[in-house]
């Protein structure tokens, strides 16, 4: 059966005349009709937009998530099956069970990367993700359960301090609202899909008999019988919980038997809302729109008979153009009846309803403000308290609250960093059953609870891995750092085992400059391109809307950096865009010769980058040998799914990959001019992103909407490589080669990595480690000249302009420092930064040359941020000292995991440096002493050294004289830094 999923509720159009509008109301009879193809409601979508702007909160962004979503999902004829994916995988994983008992090179071993806390720094606070709906158990309020679009069922026992997912192993991966048995808890529905975004597809409603814990199928589910794609809401009789309803975008569906049989009791077409009456269960409510006999508006229905039957009611003072509505029902009113209503032309508010007779007539109380502000198709909500029908909280992208049954209404979440903050978007609303005076709030962010009715707010979002990642870039030297893209929440980045948010929006690829580990790259809606800026904050590069590129975009807009330069970057529109100054201009690479109307996948050969380019656009291939001069193409329509993503070998630019949004993958070993299937075994769901493994015998992890497979050229077919991973969509793949690492981003539940099949440690172009230093100088100085100079250039012993390569300068190993003319304009010495072993400080393994700069950071010796040391392992301890020539010494008083930021106070006034023993406490247990020229005869001396060997006497001290920091001061040391020495050894540091 063919079935679309439709973003059912998004009502786009922002008609401004009566013509329009009953073009809409065709288009929109479209989109709800089940048989209708995904491409008719594109094409209505794009016949709409045509010649508009952007606006925001007016529909644009969600019907561009669902698209993207949906158009690597659907068959060529534009349908998709709900089912596929839930028998597909059973079928499947049935199979794989009888080859796992046969033996397996399998060794895969998944753990959570994160977000598990929320992003905190940024310019607003992070969200970890999505929450759609909540529930309560009946007889312990510190039990709550959450749905998520992409992330599935979340259970807390302990008021949402901890959580823990009840879903991850069934290949559920949405869900839109969740019903408890409140006589027997144990008993438990959801109904699956994202009813809000169409992130996720239902594959019908479930049922647990033992709270949660396990999960099965009940009779509805999407086939001949029951021709539904999703379930928004259940409804369950409040005196016979066996008796259920539940609404779908083709009717309401009814049981008798918990869902063991269920019938077709409505068929006027799509219910958003539906409510048993709290006093008289005889009652029930729903609101939906009907798709034949009165246009696609929203209706407000009842039911008199327990569900049985629905006359819709089309008058009674709600009036026309409603959009999506919303039913509030309040306990101790037992006649009142309360809708929020959004406008079917631009989502804004349409009204708030009040009916005192059940429902079957409705006055307006209020049209103002805003409560929805435009996203009344994407997001809604309206909780009336139990205890005082007065109060009444309505939600859309903003909050508000109404003291007087809704005459009145004023916002009661404030912005960021504010005990009002709740993240915009507001899912669900709802009071705690024994507790009215506390409310919860399920947002684009995650979960909030607020115990005096709205004023402040908690995030109790911690713990809950629900993030929807689109794609993620990582660090090449191995200090395990992810930029990540994600749906709601930005691009947010894991430095330091710390997570903080950069921007708030949706962001896609990311890309961390390998050469400048501190240039970072994202993409955003609207095809946008932006990269970090010295303040750490980032501006846009390139965009389509902006800076005269009129060309058409995918949502997640494919873009890439040169292999081997990383100055140059590839941007891909309608055509490909390159940059060869990381960003500050560009050119068109492939003018118009390529015939596309939007590229969705960009690739060059590791092995010939600056030549050969392939890109894809639906089910046509691109190619270009001459470094984008001249492009030949070619039809993919043979495959039966369309291009997801493409690879490259990285020593053979002719041997290519493409997976498929049909679980496909094909191989070409001639540069895409013919095409084997490669697809073996592999389950017949979207395959979404491939990494080709460098230096291996063709190894490819290919990530799916269920997990992550693997397959080279040792073996006859894909292997599951996905132990301990959730059954989730994974979005992108990326391998960390310096840790033996596979990261996987997945749309819903966060970022995790296991270890890699097999291989050897790769860490190109980058150092295994490097840390980032700073000292605190103290003292007189100029701020508007160069700090410190008087006191760190003008003592008399080495200049800074002495030649660099010669004695009596210095060298360690083999590394000289370079010629003063390529330091930064900033710097005011040299100094060497020294790693000693964890288990013993006295041993030095491996010293670096580094330069100061005038504010105090410690750069590597061409100027970049950090010191690379070459020899050392990330994730390992170490001391870290740091020597001055002008002796001065530091040395760390606990070993050190690198790359931290490393702040030590390093300075002394120039009185202090001519020869005062003052001593320093640079940080806890940590000082440093000032021995130079303690006779003040402008020299530095054996008299000088006599003297202060003489005075010192300290066992547990690290002093700058003793230059090796051996805890002991002797001839040794005094020969590394008087002047009279004027021969250096390969190995020994002059200082």
Known sequence: MRLLLCLLSISLLLLTNAAQKVNAQEWLEKVYHPNTSFYEVQDGFYEYWEGRNYEKSKGWKQFKRWEYFMEGRVDKNGYLDPAKQWNTYHKYMGQQSNNKAQGSSNTSDWSFIGPASIPQSGPKPGGMGRVNCMAFHPNDTSIIFLGTPAGGLWKSEDGGTNWTGSTDFLPVLGVSDIQINPLNPNIMYIATGDANAGNTYSIGLLKSTDGGNNWFLTDLIPSNSYDFSLIYKIAMHPEDPATLLVATNMGLFKSVNGGNNWELVSEHGLFRDLKFDTNNPALVYATGYEYSGGGTFSKFYKSTDEGQSWPSLTEGGIGGFI?????????????????????????????????????????????????????????????????????????????????????????????????????????????????????????????????????????????????????????????????????????????????GNLVAADA???????????????????????????????????????????????????????????????????SIWKTTDRGQTWTNLSGGLLSSDKLNNIAVAPSNPDQIIYATDFDLFFKSTDGGISWSDK?????????KDVVVHDTDPDNIWICTSEGEVYNSTDGGENWENYSGSLPKISANTMAFQKESDSAIYLGMDIGVFYRDNNMDDWEPFMDNLPNVIVNEIEIDYCNAKIVAATFGRGLWQSNW????????????????????????????????????????????????NTAPWFHAGS???????????????????????????????????????????IVDTDGTA????????????????????NHLA?????????????????SKSPAEVQGSDQLKEVAPNLFGLHAGDFTSNGVVTVDDFNIYAQEISFINLYVDSDCNLDRTVSTTDFNFYTPSISLIGAQQIRY
Not at 635 to 643: A, D, K, Q, V
Not at 758 to 774: F, H, V
Not at 869 to 884: D, E, M, N, Q
């Open 323 to 499: 959009g999506r509505m919303q039913i509030g029902l309040s306990p101790v009113v037992p006649n009142e009846v309360y809708l929020l209503s959004s406008n079917y032309i631009d989502g804004t508010f349409k009204g708030f309803y009040k009916s005192i007779d059940n429902g079957d007539n409705f006055i307006q109380i209020a049209n103002s403000p805003d409560i929805i502000i435009g996203q009344g198709s994407y997001n809604m909500a309206l909780a009336v308290s139990p205890i005082d029908n007065n109060k009444i909280f309505a939600a859309g992208v903003s909050m508000f609250r109404s003291d007087n049954e809704g005459s009145n209404w004023e916002e009661t979440i404030d912005g960021p960093n504010t005990p009002g903050y709740v993240h915009v978007d507001v899912h669900d609303i709802a009071f705690m059953p024994d507790n009215p005076s506390t409310l919860f709030v399920g947002c684009d962010g995650g979960f909030y609870k607020s115990e005096d009715e709205g004023t402040t707010w908690n995030d109790l979002s911690n713990g809950l891995q629900i993030t929807q990642f689109y794609k993620i870039g990582l660090s090449s030297d191995g200090q395990n750092v992810i930029l990540g893209g994600t749906q709601d929440n930005g691009a947010i980045l894991y430095k330091n085992g710390n997570w």
């Open 508 to 574: 896609m690829d990311c890309i961390i400059d390998f050469e400048e580990p501190d240039t970072m790259y994202y993409s955003t809606q609207g095809g946008a391109v932006w990269k970090s800026k010295s303040d750490g904050t980032f501006s846009s590069i390139i965009s389509p809307n902006n800076v005269g590129i009129w060309e058409n975009h995918s949502w997640v807009v494919p873009y890439l950096m040169h292999p081997n330069d990383p100055k140059t970057l590839l941007v891909g529109y309608q």
């Open 635 to 643: 039809s993919l329509s043979f495959m039966t799914g369309y291009p």
């Open 757 to 804: 099949h097999d291989g050897n440690l790769i860490c190109a172009n980058t150092p295994t480690l490097k840390a980032n230093l700073q000292v605190l100088l103290e003292g007189p100085f100029d701020p508007t000249t160069s700090l410190m100079t008087t006191h760190l250039l003008n003592l008399s012993l080495l200049p800074l302009n002495q030649p660099y």
């Open 815 to 857: 590394e000289y420092l370079p010629n003063q003319n390529a330091f930064p304009s900033n710097t005011v010495d040299w100094v060497l930064v020294e790693a000693r072993e964890e288990n013993d400080s006295f041993n030095v393994l491996e010293t670096k040359a580094a330069l100061l700069l005038s504010d105090g950071t």
């Open 866 to 885: 950090g010191v690379n040391f070459s020899s050392l392992s990330a994730g390992t301890p170490y001391f870290i000292s740091v020597k001055h020539r």
């Open 890 to 906: 530091v040395i760390s008083s606990v070993a050190i995991e690198l790359p931290n930021n490393i702040i030590y106070d390093f």
